[in-house]
Nanobody
């Protein structure tokens, strides 16, 4: 069983930046496609970003493109989401997720395509 642990959430003013981290317990981190989703109160969980196994391919939701990036460090079993120019509408619980045995270029945006989920970390952007 793979465990995902997110960190880095908090409260930030609009226009500010945050970096979330997600560290996994598995030994084969480089075989996982990784993703970030988020869920705001009263809303469905939505895709934020995904990165392929090697980090060569990325995929972003339209509403975060050009503001967020999703680097990964396979040596540290860690994926990040760097969030810049934050807006109040970015307020949500952010979840890290992993897909085991992903294709080399896989960067899926559908939650049911992922196998493991973290517990989530709260991000609050004040106006």
């Amino acid at each position: 069983q793979v465990q995902l642990v997110e960190s880095g959430g908090g409260v930030v003013q609009a226009g500010g930046s945050l970096r979330l981290s997600c560290t996994t317990s598995g030994r084969t981190f480089s075989s996982y496609a990784m993703g970030w989703f988020r869920q705001a109160p009263g809303k469905e969980r939505e895709f934020v970003a995904a990165v392929s196994r090697s980090g060569s391919n990325t995929n972003y939701a339209d509403n975060v493109k050009d503001r967020f990036t999703i680097p990964r460090d396979n040596a540290k079993n860690t994926v990040y989401v760097q969030m810049n120019s934050l807006k109040p509408e970015d307020t949500a619980v952010y979840y890290c997720t992993a897909k085991n045995g992903a294709g080399y270029y896989h960067t899926g945006s559908l939650p049911h395509g992922y196998d493991y989920w973290g517990q989530g970390t709260q991000v609050t952007v004040s106006s």
